[in-house]
Each structure stands twice: as structure tokens, then as C-alpha cells.
């Protein structure tokens, strides 16, 4: 059972049958149609030769389908990953060129280490380093930056830049080189796929097809854009136009590569590489717990980490550049009927042959019609409902949202990544330093206690209960200590005050310090502190201290023994018996 653990493989292929084999076939023959001009298109965006795109979509895909625990998980080059090969890359070398080339080795090689240490340690938790709307935020700037760099394979121009100001500034300086060639090329291609996105699924189910076989017939209109552009190249002889074309694609298997042992480069990689790897693993792990969810299956996080991480150094020694799981092509993937990993395994078969014996039809496909595959591909991405629906939700979730948007759009890939990691950590802290905390009351004829300004309660001006909703940390210890004197002073009759634990899971030592000191100041001044509703693992904590035999309180078991006990303490001190039912309401009435 440990074994299988680490290599899935051993659980799923036990029960491996006839009828599933069909399945996997068919979904690995649809997703191989869908992937060869992707792994092209996606190549040539991270500045790679097309080629690089075929070995990446081999290898890593076995791989992955070794010690991955998704069923439909799709591994190979995406556009995201693929933007961030280029920027990090770009740094060492020209795009294209052998050193450029090696940097991406390199960035494989270390993804692929960090992700299979980090499954080792079982550090899936730290992809939570980043909040959902950082992601989507990233990764809408992201397919905006993407889509904008593809424009100038569309028009057939020159144009660089890694952020929006210098594309654009870049664009507009080369417009009027525009060729018109390309451009048609680029606008029907485009326009095409955009149609086939939309309305080829209607129009076969209108002529009677069923809904799924027509779904996955649009999902391979890729693969048509792709014949009839090569066709129009060949027919109209436009690459003697300055249509700019594929080329020669080696025919061959993926190569055998070794990584560039350089401390130096690689010092300069490991950041760029730690940050592919997260935003690798939270694109490939949401959708693989997406797809999951639908079949009533489970992934294991961790285990995941370690099936990215051989992907990519699989990768890193077949040619290949950093991947991970792509949304599209695991969609297609679920939808065509995977069941196991083994449909990777069968896809990357399928890239193989077509590596082997399809290249030399891809010469001349137009690189404007790779650049209207990622243009549609990508747009998918940008989402602009999201940030209207966490405006209304959470401003400061927006905030951090719209800034990521604006660091990676303004200044490039990377700092968005760190401004998105920053933020999101910055945002924690924050919320943990000021965690809710509500005055509360009894609801009248009830054991409950709630807020006295959401609801009619009956409080007593002698008692005050504070319920703290968050576990106390060095991060709101003086914060504590703050708001209970705060409220203390605005109660001149009080004699008790009650911390109400029931939220709270745990009390570190900056925390338990502030408790006792807020023990002693009130015990100066003439009133207890009762802690109630104690969690057992926080109290086992606050019995090793010396807090419970300090504390000129009681630890009650529940908030309603508290009250009603220490009303009657205090009615006996005073001497004049108060009935409950006798207070006035406070709060929101």
C-alpha cells in the first residue's frame, strides 16, 4: 500500500479491463488532434522551435500517468507556463537560440524537483500561498498579454516586450508593416476557431448529431483551421508573399538532453522556477479536483506534486520545457470518457507518431494560424465576471485582485506572480491580526448567545462576554489586549468578564502572554476573567501553563453555566435578586 502511494499506477491498474482500454483510446485519439497544433502554437510562444512543443507533450505525459492520481488530468505545454518559460528564459538568452533553449531545460529540471520535494515533504498546503482571486486575477492579465504578443504574428510584423506598455508601444511602431497575406490569413483563421468555439455544436446538433459527438467536433476545429491554411500556402504559393511559415520540423523521437549543470545560471532560474512551479500546481490541481468532483473521485494533492514534478523532469531530459495540467485539453480529455491515466499514456503515443510521421505536412502551416489558435485559447481565460461578483463580496479580495491585474499587466509575468504571492500573504496577516469579535448576549428563552447588534439578547451590566472568532497568535495578541480594555473601559459597572472560546482553535505563546495579562490588569481593577466553552485541545495546551491557576476566574463548560451562575454571584453580593427575565434588551432591537 505505501508503494502505491507513490506509483497510483498500482491501484488503478489493477481492475484495467476491455471496456476501459476502448475508452482511454478514444479519448486519447481526440486530445492528440487537439494537442498537436497547441504543442505547436504553445512552443513557438515560449520562444521555443515547434518541435520543442511535440517532445513536451511525450515523455511528460508518460510520466505523469505513472504517478499521478488524476483520472483526466491532460499534462503538456499550457499557455501560462509557457509565457513564463519566455520571461524567465529571455533573461539568459535571445528566444530561440541554443542557450535560451538550455535555460528552459534547466527551468523544467527545477520545477520538476521542486514540485517532487515539495510531494515528498507534503507541502501541497503551500499552494495556498495563493488566494483564488490572485489566481484568477494572474491569470486574466496573463491571457491579456498573451493574446496582445500573438497580434503581431497576425499582422506579420516585428513587435516585443514582455508587458502591455512595451507590446503595445511595439505594435503600433510596426503597423504599417503590416502584411496583408498574413493578416487575412490571421483574421480567418482567427474568426474561425472563434465560430467553431460557438456555434459548430449548435449547428451539428441541428442537423441532427448528438450533443457530445458535437462538442468534440468543435473541439477539434484546430486541427481544420490547420489544413486549410496549410492548403491556402501551398495553393497561392504565399509563403513567397512574406507569409511567414513553420518550417522544417525535425523528424524524429524526442531527444535524449541533460540539463546544463551551471550554479550560476542555475541561481539565477530557481526563483523563476519556484514560481512556474506554484502556478503550475494551483492551474493543475484545481482542475484535476474539478474533474474529480464530477466522477466522485479524490486526487491526492501531494502525490500530485510529485507526478508534475516527474512530468517535468521528464521533460527536462526528452527536449522538452516546463508543463503542467492544461484546463482545455482535460476538459476534452473528461468529456471524450477517460478513466484512467493510461489515456495520457495513449496521447503521448499518439504525439510520438505524429513527431515521427506527420511533420513534414506542418512545414508550411502559417505561424498566423498558430497565433490565432492561442489567441482563442487564451481569451478563454480572461475573466471579467469574477472581479465584479469579489467587488461586491470582499473589497480587499478586489483590491489584491485589481493590483495583481495591474503589476503583471504594467510590469510583466514575474512580479505579477510575486506581487500576487505578496498580497496574498499581506492579506492573511491582515484579517488574522483583526480577527471578529462580538459583544454577545442571551436570546431570550434560550441557552444561545449571539451579537448584541445583530440580535435582541438579554445582557447584564455587571457581566461582559467577548467572543473571539479566530485562534489567538502572536499576529493579534496586542490586538486582544486592545479591544478587551477598550470594552472594559466603556463598562463601569463590570465585575466579570467572560472570554467566549468556542471559535477558538488554538492559543500560541504570544497569545497565552496576553491572556495573562489581561488576567492581571483586570484583577487590579476588581473584575475576573472566566474563559468558556474551552475546545479540549486548547485547553490540554493551557493546562501546561500557569494561566488556569492564576486566573481570578472560572473555566466554565458553557456560556449559559457562566452567565446564569455569575448573575447569581452577583445578585448575592448586591444583596438584591435579579431575575433574568427582568433585564432590558440590548443591542440590535
Known sequence: MKLARYLPILEWG???GGVTLTNDLVAAAIVTIMLIPQSLAYAMLAGLPPEIGLYASILPIIAYALFGTSRALAVGPVAVISLMTLTAASAIAPPGSPDFIAAALILAFLSGLILIVM????????????SHPVVSGFITASGIIIATSQLKSVLGI?????AMPELVRTLVEHAKDTNPYTLAIGLVSTGFLFWVRKGL??????FGMAARPADLAAKAGPIVAVALSILAVIAFDLEAKGVKVVGDIPQSLPPFTVPVFDPELWQRLVVPALLLSIIGFVESVSVAQTLAAKKRQRIVPDQELIGLGAANVAAAFSGGYPVTGGFARSVVNFDAGAETPAAGAFTAIGILLAALFLTPLLASLPIATLAGT???AVLSLVDFKTPRAIWRYSKPDFMAMAATIAVTLLVGVEPGVIAGVGLSL?????RASRPHAAIVGRVPETEHFRNVKRHKVFTDPRILTIRIDESLTYLNARWLEEFVLEQVSEHADLRHLILMCSAINGVDASALESIEAINHRLADGGIKLHLSEVKGPVMDALEKSHLLDDLSGKVWLSQNEAFQSLIRSSDAEDNAPLSPDNMGPRGMI
Open 14 to 16: 489493477r481492475g484495467y
Open 119 to 130: 510531494g515528498v515533504l507534503r507541502l501541497g498546503f503551500l499552494a495556498n500561498l495563493l
Open 158 to 162: 516585428k513587435a516585443s516586450g514582455e
Open 201 to 206: 455544436k449548435p449547428l451539428l446538433i441541428g
Open 374 to 376: 492561442i489567441i482563442v
Open 426 to 430: 499581506a492579506l492573511f496577516l491582515w
